[in-house]
């Protein structure tokens, strides 16, 4: 199981969905997908993507916690 923690590269805003792609074992890219598409449905979606992005480190500070 990796660590979620935002990747130095490959992130476009925050890192966020590049981190539960590699989480999860998809691409970025259909993660960044299946975001937008959730927008779309009522909830608090974007709250949560910020949340997310404070509450995930970088990488490169993930990385000397260990």
Do not use: H
């Not at 925050?14 to 539960?20: E, I, P, Q, S, Y």
């Not at 779309?40 to 949560?48: E, S, Y």
């Amino acid at each position: 199981m990796t660590a979620l923690a935002r990747p130095t590269n490959g992130r476009m805003i925050g890192g966020v969905c590049a981190a539960l792609a590699r989480r999860f074992g998809t691409s970025a890219t259909t993660m960044r997908v299946i975001f937008l598409v959730s927008c779309l449905l009522p909830g608090p979606q974007f709250l949560l993507y910020i949340a997310l992005w404070i509450l995930f480190p970088s990488e490169d500070k993930a990385r000397t916690a260990w």
